[in-house]
Each structure stands twice: as structure tokens, then as C-alpha cells.
């Protein structure tokens, strides 16, 4: 980790990747890991055709997903019963504290670009198993 230094601009050159416990592969950006940064994180989500999330909410912690390329559909709700489709251009705010999954069932890959109100967007991840069922049902219907 590159601590923060507040003298200094930190740049994190593209090329790094990491494993969320969402279930995808991020492009790093500036986070805790990579600069030190304690309020705030960007990071890029591509997804492949097909892709969902496991279902999850950030306990306290809003997220803004502007969606660079494609188009994708985000499941939300206590039960994931809600749905809203995304293209190209378009900004997402997710509440804090709103169980959702991202679902690209577009046919066509999709890439996001993630902010967090925390320095990481791994930091307050609640998975809710219980809920990957009801996604699962959704993609084969």
C-alpha cells in the first residue's frame, strides 16, 4: 500500500486487478490498497456477457456506478424484486444499506467504473447467499 501523502498526488497506472468478494476480477484504482485513501474509492468493473454479482449491500457506504460501455441490468430490494437497466452514459446511485447485484445479461460486455463513500470497496460487504438463488431464477427466466 502506497501511503497518503498530502504533499503529493497519487497516480495508480492501469493494469492491476483484484478479486472482490462480489465474485468479479476489478481493475484497481485509487483506493486504501493503492493510495492509502480513507473516504472515498474509484475502481473499474468490466463484466463479460453474463455476468452477475453475488447478491451483497455496502453497510454504510453509498456507491455511484457510471457505466462506461454497454449496457447492464442492476437487481435491488430486500429480495432483489426490483430492477433498472443501464446503458452507456447513464450513473446508478445505490443507497447504503440496498441488497443489489449487478447482472449483465445484455449479450455484450459492459464496463463499469465504481465509486464508494469508504477507502475501499471491499470495506462493509454484507454477501447475502440467501439471495444468489433468486438471481440465479432470474437469469434462466
Same mark, same amino acid.
Given at each position: !500500500?502506497?501511503?497518503?501523502?498530502?504533499?503529493?498526488i497519487a497516480i495508480?497506472?492501469?493494469?492491476?486487478?483484484?478479486?472482490?468478494?462480489?465474485?468479479?476480477?476489478?481493475? $484497481?484504482?485509487?483506493?486504501?490498497?493503492?493510495?492509502?485513501?480513507?473516504?472515498?474509492?474509484m475502481n473499474v468493473l468490466p !463484466?463479460?456477457?453474463?455476468?452477475? $454479482?453475488?447478491? *451483497?449491500?455496502?453497510?454504510?457506504?453509498?456507491?455511484?456506478?457510471?457505466?462506461?460501455?454497454?449496457?447492464?441490468?442492476?437487481?435491488?430490494?430486500?429480495?432483489?424484486?426490483?430492477?433498472?437497466?443501464?446503458?452507456?452514459?447513464?450513473?446508478?446511485? &445505490?443507497?447504503?444499506?440496498?441488497? *443489489?447485484?449487478?447482472?449483465?445479461?445484455?449479450?455484450?460486455?459492459?464496463?463499469?467504473? &465504481?465509486?464508494?463513500?469508504?477507502?475501499?470497496?471491499?470495506?462493509?460487504?454484507? !454477501?447475502?447467499?440467501?439471495?444468489?438463488? &433468486?438471481?440465479?431464477?432470474?437469469?434462466?427466466?
Amino acid at each position: !500500500m502506497t501511503l497518503l501523502d498530502p504533499d503529493r498526488i497519487a497516480i495508480v497506472k492501469p493494469g492491476g486487478t483484484y478479486v472482490g468478494k462480489q465474485g468479479f476480477t476489478y481493475g $484497481a484504482g485509487a483506493s486504501a490498497e493503492t493510495v492509502g485513501a480513507t473516504r472515498i474509492c474509484m475502481n473499474v468493473l468490466p !463484466m463479460p456477457p453474463g455476468a452477475r $454479482a453475488r447478491a *451483497h449491500y455496502h453497510e454504510g457506504i453509498e456507491t455511484i456506478a457510471y457505466l462506461l460501455e454497454g449496457r447492464c441490468t442492476v437487481r435491488f430490494g430486500q429480495r432483489l424484486e426490483h430492477r433498472v437497466e443501464l446503458s452507456a452514459g447513464e450513473q446508478g446511485f &445505490v443507497p447504503a444499506d440496498l441488497p *443489489h447485484a449487478p447482472c449483465n445479461d445484455s449479450g455484450a460486455p459492459c464496463v463499469w467504473l &465504481v465509486v464508494h463513500s469508504s477507502g475501499s470497496d471491499q470495506d462493509g460487504i454484507v !454477501m447475502l447467499p440467501e439471495l444468489d438463488e &433468486v438471481l440465479a431464477r432470474a437469469a434462466s427466466a
